[in-house]
């Protein structure tokens, strides 16, 4: 793939992506520069590993589910033979999305331009009027005549990845420590699988992805920004007798203080990725026993225990897949622009577990994730301020300095010195040059 390595501002200068990030700071046009967004597209979202969807969302054979990867469209469908192809949507014969819906079952796929049909692995099945093609370089079996398969799809425990880049790291390099939220969530299925709960809930943000990613990893921002909504929740609570676990409980528990989130641990790993330990109780409610009872019995005890004590509130795989495991949730972001972000949010199954855990995660999507939840929308309105001031040419730079001496390396990670350190965007940054910078 042959990319662009540098944009140029509004005076024609050349705009160098490691000129962007320092230290401890950030340039604004990394947010906000329309020709940055473009460099990433083809220097981020074209080489990493990008999550599609889950094996769940096509059980049968000719099941599709429509996305994209980076500023490709795909469609991630299974097959006749039982596995999944993520394919480039976009029929080779003019160019015309061949999938416009987002999901659906079509055996085969048929373009409906010209009539081309193709099957589930992307092979082109038939031409119409093919006799106008006789004596012409037009090869019905060239690959390239059919719908393309991605360069590289990786299923890991039924998560659909892919990478628009035929070489590069692979998955299990590239996921690192990243992968440890996405497994937590499959170990905690009594029956060792997961799968989707219906369809996502879409909201289109109106500031960059990585404004979003930032607000991810700070701790800081609950006791400001949710401090009303989460008081409520807590009056509610005293007020009423009926308890919804996984609802305004979640909501309740964001009304911390700076000093209560400085007790979270924040880790912050190669390639961008991080984990957030908080606000994960341990299973609960009437059906916890007979839970961690089949736990046991699938995993043994010891290894039940370590699972459900693993408690990260939020793990993230820069730069698309945000982990909340402990509720069930999952979030992907679909940036669209440098100032727009399509937000999917994932509500999954425990395959084995009781009941109540699908209510439980169901109203937890609801009330903390949905597009009409009480905790996002205080979220949204602070990304979209951040995007608006960074629009503003007078200043330039955002600030990343909290915590920045107290870090502590683990290995190949670090640990940032309390909850409130911005360790994890400044790591995220300084992978985000690394993408923007290689060769
Ligand atoms: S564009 Fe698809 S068949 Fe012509
Ligand atoms: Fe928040």
Redesign the pocket.
Known sequence: MTVATSARDASGADLDPASLVEAERVHRRAYVDPEIFELEMDLIFGRSWIYVGHESQIPQAGDYFTTQVGRQPVIMTRHTDGQIYVLENR?P????L?CPERAGHSRPFV?M????SFDGDGALRSVPARSGYEGTSFDPKDPANGLKQLPRVQNHRGFIFASLAADGPDFKTWAGKGLRGLDNLVDRAPAGEVEVIGDCYRTVQNNNWKIFLDNMSDGMHTSFVHNQMAKAAQKTIARTAVRRPGGLDVAAMLAGEPEQMARMDLVAHPGGHFDMVAFAPPPSGPDADQYKASMEAFHGKERAEAILKESYHSVLMFPTLVMQQSLQQMRVIRPISANKTLLEIWVFCLKGAPESFVRRAVTGGNVGNSPSNVVAADDFESYYRVHAGLESPQTDWVLLHRGARQDVPQGSSIKGGDGNSEVCMRNMFHAWRDYMTAQ
């Open positions: 029929c014969h003019k160019g015309a061949v373009c331009y010209h009539g081309w």
